[in-house]
Structures are given as C-alpha cells and as structure tokens.
C-alpha cells in the first residue's frame, strides 16, 4: 500500500482538479471544445461525442498511444482508471484483462473472459491472440462497468473497442516507422490508403513486424526466453457505390512464433515419495532476487506458436437521413500450439503442451435511428464457436518411491461447441432539451456442449493408462448430460442532465452476465465434488455469474476546452462468482459459485492545457473488493472465507486498490524546422493478490513505473524522431501468476519488462 505522506498529496491534488469547474464554468458556459474533447466514440453503438455518453468510458487516439510508447495492448496498463492489462501468464499472446477488479485470467478455453474485446464491432471469443499490435488504430475504446445490453455475455467487468482506420475515398495517405530499442528490439509499421475508384472505392494495407531478443536467461544452458517475435498484417477494402451504402470488407493475419515465456518459482517444488513423504525438489525464488533468470526442464526447441486470422464484412445502409441499418458478418480462426513451463525450473512438475483449435462465426444486424429528442438501436446477434484442444502435461518429478522416480504423462482432448443467440434495444428520450432517459434490455440464449477423455500413463500403479471421461465415466447416478443451457435478461437504465453543450451528470443502473459452463480442468472426480448443504456432492456444471452494478458520474469540458474533468463512483453486486480454486487433494482443480462479490470505487479522469504548448492529464482508481461470501466446501467452515469464518480467501485477485497515472507533454517550437516535444508519464499500481485463493507468494506489493520520450516533428508533420526510455526506474514488478499448488506446490509469478530504451523514426503525409 503506498504511505500516508503519499495519499495526503494525492487527496490534495485531486481536490485542487476538482476545484477548477465552478470557477470555469462561470468563464465559460457555452464553450467551444478542442480537438481533445472532440473524440468521437461509439460505446453506445452509435457515435457521439465523448463529452456526450453518459457512461464510463477512455478512449486513445494514435497520438496517446506514441505517447505512451504503446506497442500491443498491454502498453495501457493502468492508463485508464482501474484498468488491470497485462500479458497472460505463460503465453506471449494472450491478454489478461480486468476492469474494476472483474477478469478472467485462466486461459482455458472452457472459462470465458469477463472483460469482451471487440475489433471493428467484432467478439473476440478467446483471451489467446487478444493482447493486439496496435499498428493501424484509429481508437481505442476502454468501457468500464457491465455492457450487457448492447455488448452481451462477459462484459461483466467492461469491454475493450478497437476501432480500425478507414480507408480514404479521396486521398492518398501514408504512414510508416521504423524503431530500434533494447535487447535488439525492431518493430517496423507501414500504412498506406488510396483510393482506386474515384470516390466509390478505397484500399488499406497495414503491416508490423515485431522482433526482440529473450529478456530470461536460463543460467544452466544460457538459452534465452520471453522474446518477441510477431508478424500482423490487415487489409480494409472500403465500397460507397451510393450516398446511402458503405461496404468494409477486411482481412487480418497475425502470426507469433515465441521461445518459451518463463515465469519465477516463489513457493518450495515438492515431490511426493510414496515411501519416504514430501521432499522439496526446487526451493522458492532459487536464483534470489529476481534478475531476469529461471530454468526450464525443456530442451530448449520448444516455443509458442500462433496463427490468428479473420475475414469481416459490415454494410452500412442509411434508409433515410435519421434511420440507418448494419449488419457486421466475421470468420475467425485461432491456432496456438504452446509449450509452458508452469513451474519455471529445471524440474519436471508442470510442463504441458496446449494445441487449441478455435473456429467462430458471428453475425450481428443492428437498426439505428436518430432524432431531435428520440434515438436509439435495436438489433440481433449469433454466434457459434467451436473449439478443440489437444493436451500434454509431463510430470516424471512430481512422485517417487524410495527416491525412484514414477513417471506421470497426462493427455487431454476435449472439444466444446458454443451457440448464442440474443436481441437487444437501446432507446434514448429526451425529457426535455436538458434531461434525458435512457432503457434497454437484451435477452440471450446459449447453448454449451463439452466432451473431454483424459488419459494418464505412469508407472505409478492405480494411475497406470488410466481413462476418464468427462462426464461419461462418472459414477452412476452422475452420468449426467454433457449440454447446457442459459437464458439471461440483461437490462439498464440510464438518467442524464446536461446543464450545457459541454458537461453532463448522469446516474445508471446495469446488469450483466458471464456465462457458466463446464469444467475445463476435470481430470477426475475429485475435480467436482462439492459439498452443497452439508452433502458431498458431484457437480458436473457452474452456473453463471451475475452482476448489477449502479453507477454515478459526471464529465465537462471548460475554460474552451483546456480542461476536462470526469469522475465515477460505482457500487457492483456480483453474484455465483465463478472461482477456479486450488489447495486441495493432490491434482484436483474445482470450479466454484463460490458466493458474493461486492465493489465500491471512485474514478477521476482530468487533462489540462496551462498553456498552448503544455499538456497534463491524471487518472485515478479506487477499488474496495471484498468477498462478501466464499463458500469452499472441500475446506472446514472456520478455513472458509465468508463473514463468520477466518478470512484465508478474502481479496479478490487482480483488484489493487489503488491506481494511478500522470503524464505530461511540452512542445517547444524551433522555428521553421518544426517542434521538440518532452514527454513523460508515472503510473502506480497498488498490492493485489495473483491468485485467487490469496497465496503468499502470488502478491504484487505495489509499483511505480515511470516513462519519458523526447520527440522532433518536422514542420507540418511529414516526418519525427522519437526517442524514449520505459521503468525508467528499472523496477521489478509482477504483472500475473499460476497457482497450482496441487501439484508440487507450484507457484509462478511473471514479471513485466526491466528498463528498456528504443529510437523511432517515422513519417506521415
């Protein structure tokens, strides 16, 4: 937690922002905004101006993500409030989002993300592949809060909108850069759009190559890890044979091949003799503090390989001046093939392969209006993705007899298919030229049928070429059906005041939803038994999880526009809070409802322009997360977390208290020959807890990272330099962790990258 010298002077500057609209207001109730509060935004699926939607949402333009240095998505860690963005444990891929203390880090394809990434209005079903380049970004949306309504199914903690530059139907545009930083990273981008039927039809083409050498050396074999090594290109094809209909057709390609991510052992490896007991194999953090080394038992071929690609295609159609109807058509396809080290050293505990093939087809109609006091959109959404995975996880050093080692290989195959169906309304009225109510309602349909055989090979007697089949080989009476079904009603309301053009206060109340499902991990009985009242029970399925969140806020732009200020306080009642657990007997990984979740947060957003040429801008986040009940029943009541019990599993994961970020910008011009630009920020993320079940060894105690950039920009911006310096403090802090305690005690944490430096040159007409 930071200090109480610290906290004073955030309260004090908070206080000091806050203070600065009763007097701008007076100086300027009709102001006209610039540039920076003009962002056009579409969190309500239709666009407005920022300053307009009454809802919680930050958006970066491509200049903000220069400024923060940005690369792929995990560049905006904390850069808006309470935002949690991190590169997935163990994968080079994948994203491990959370807003407001709401996420999903298991990457596992039966546990759905409770943070929904979209491109261009498309889902991206899967946290594999979603940790995006950002190489041809117009926008990029952060909505914070359930999106139930017009976004669906698992957006109970927000949603992330990316939203891809168009082509341009009347002139040629073109951007490019090449940059050169530490550990010999390159990472070269081009842009270019014309058009190639005067004003009817219009090509993109975009591309980015990113290569780094490993940050991790292994010190036994002096191979390195945690590389960079990416590849994403996307062409947009964009039609307006009419004034009334617009056709983007669009294809994405990214293709990863990694050398191994390797996490750092903070917990004792143990291995379990039959004749002798436990014995520690590894002990915790076995090169002391971390430095960027661990070891791997794999020889050192085996990496991480993905290939993500898509087709999309959205029609616009205005039926009249007020009434425009969409249709949003996507094929994606997913293929990583991941080799992960779950326990980071030289032994062989938690070693496993994850081939995925992942398939999904959605279609999405939307009809939108718009009027002088009546706006709104109804609409339908489909989805059908199918998913296969195939699994290999080695543990020859988990147990022995009398010092003998007893081989353990585990094989998974499992394939899940997913139906969704759902329709949706939103609707706006104006009460009168001030106020203005806001309703809508989605109802959904899904449908979820899983298989999964898993067969275990090991010398060790009983486990000998073992068979389980979920759930066909439960014992009877549990040979229960292995579909699902769920049906939700997802509603919001929403009051809005704006006193002028350029400022609005407004209340809400939302309900969202993550769907339930199967669990993935199964690999026995053990993994679902429950005691349910008292009785052990097996339980096949968990049930979804269920969100209302009821929200205040307010935003304005002042003094003509060199000041916008927003700011939020929510409350979120989470119910059958899904809980993938740990701790019990050997190997087995239940899935719980485990109870309640309450959270209660502030958020401030606030840019500043002191003068023509100095920027400033500050978010802040506050978060109290708390399990109001944690129902575990493979633990004694008093070993429980819940209001009566000793509180063992009490913080909820990836919820720090506190976040923070301040940057600022000087452009000093030189005359002719253009302008410099000093730049920086300072971000700070609080303590939280990497697991769920609050291990010792998964916390992040709280960091402060600081960044800062010189830029030259050439007169009328054709061409820059930039040069930049991320953690400039070199700090060492934990961004994710595994928690498989099960098995050998493992528990892994990650780390983000050390101090790192890079020149970019680039250009722009």
Known sequence: MIDKSFRLALFASASLIAGLPAAAQTAAADAAVTNDAEIIVSARRRDERLIDVPVAVTAFNQADLQKYQAVDLSGLQAAAPNLNLVQGRGSAASANIFIRGIGQPDALQTFDPAVGVYVDGVYLSRIQGALLNLFDVERIEVLRGPQGTLYGKNTTGGALSIVSRKPDLEVVKAAGSALYGSYNQIVLNGYVSAPLVGDKL?????????????????????????????????????????????????????RQRNALTLGYATAPLTQTDFATGARVLVPAAPYGAYDFKASTSFRGDEGQRLDHYGLNLTANWSLSDAITLSSITSWRKLDPDLFIDIDATQVELGDVFVGIDQRQFSQELQLKWSGDRFSGVVGLFYLNEN??????????????????????????????????????????????????????????????RYDRVTTTRSTLGALNNLTFRFPGSLPAPFNLDNQVEYDAWTPSVNLAWKPDANSQIYVSASRGFKSGGFNGRANGVADLTQTVNGVLTIVTTFRPETVWTYEGGAKGSFLDG??????????????????????????AFPVLNAGRLSIWGVELEAALKPTKYWNLRMNAGYLNARYAEFNDGRRAPAFSCNPTGAEVTCRPAFAPPLTLTLGTDYRIPVGDAGSITLGGDARFVDKHFLSVDNRPGLVEPGYWLANAYVRFDAQGGRWYVQGGVKNLGDQ???????????????????????RTWNVMVGFKF
Do not use: C, M
Not at 217 to 228: A, F, I, K, M, V
Not at 392 to 416: K, M, S, V, W
């Open 562 to 587: 060199r000041v916008y200020l927003s700011g939020t306080v929510f409350y979120s009642d989470f119910r059958d809070f899904q809980a993938r657990v740990g701790g019990g007997s050997v190997a």
């Open 202 to 254: 219009a090509l993109s083409l975009a591309g980015q190559w990113d290569k780094r050498d490993g940050l991790v050396t292994d010190p036994r074999t002096g191979r390195e890890y945690n590389d960079r090594d990416s590849l994403t290109v996307r062409g947009i094809l964009r039609a307006k044979p009419t004034e009334a209909l617009e056709i983007l057709v669009s294809g994405d390609y990214n």
């Open 387 to 448: 998913i296969r995975s195939h699994q290999e996880a080695y543990a020859d050093d988990l147990f022995a007899f009398l010092g003998g080692p007893l081989t353990f290989t585990r094989f998974i195959d499992d394939e899940q298919n997913t139906k969704s169906y759902a329709a949706f309304g939103q609707a706006s009225y104006k009460l009168t030229d001030a106020l203005s109510l806001t309703a809508g309602l989605r109802y959904t349909h899904e449908e979820r």
């Open 732 to 754: 060492r802090y934990r961004t994710d962790g595994q928690e498989f305690s099960s098995v050998g005690n493992i528990q892994t944490v990650y780390y983000g990258d050390p």
